[in-house]
């Protein structure tokens, strides 16, 4: 083989600059949750808990595009069987109504851009 120590030391540092960006971020904490505004209403339960939500709000939107829209399906039960109406309009931005201090910083944050008010109308006071 020509040149093994040179075709060695190539490989190696071709590693070592692809993986820089994973060694150089390797446990550092870099990611900040945003401080969002919730209500916080005795009275009023969200659709489903928190941690859910947080993870799993698009999907479950989506979903209930499809069943409302498509299906015709117009009611909800959440996991602790409670009923709610599928509407985000009507059902979600009723608690969640300051749009900027609630759905923007987390979509800001982690640059995510929905496609909801192609369809719906943002609430009052934002954008």
Same mark, same amino acid.
């Given at each position: 083989? #020509?040149?093994?120590?040179?075709? +060695?030391?190539?490989? /190696?540092?071709?590693? /070592? +600059? &692809?993986?820089? %960006?994973? $060694?150089? *971020?390797? *446990?550092?904490?870099? #990611?900040?949750? %945003? !401080? +969002?505004?919730?209500?916080? =209403? ?20 989506? !979903? $209930? ?6 299906? *015709?399906?117009?009611?909800? /039960? ?6 709610? =109406? ?12 300051? #749009? !900027?201090?609630?759905? =923007? ?6 640059? /995510?851009?929905? #496609? &909801? $008010?192609?369809?719906? +109308?943002?609430?009052? *006071?934002?954008?």
């Amino acid at each position: 083989m #020509y040149n093994k120590n040179a075709v +060695i030391a190539g490989i /190696v540092a071709f590693l /070592v +600059i &692809c993986s820089s %960006p994973f $060694w150089c *971020g390797f *446990g550092s904490d870099s #990611y900040k949750k %945003p !401080e +969002i505004v919730t209500q916080k =209403d005795k009275n009023k339960e969200c659709v489903e808990d928190a941690a859910f939500m947080r993870a799993e709000h698009m999907q479950l939107l989506n !979903e $209930w595009r499809d069943q409302a829209l498509r299906n *015709g399906m117009r009611v909800y /039960v959440n996991a602790k069987g409670k009923k709610f =109406d599928i509407s985000l309009q009507n059902t979600c931005l009723k608690c969640h109504n300051n #749009y !900027e201090d609630f759905c =923007d910083k987390c979509h800001k944050t982690n640059n /995510v851009e929905p #496609y &909801c $008010w192609t369809c719906h +109308i943002l609430p009052k *006071g934002s954008k």
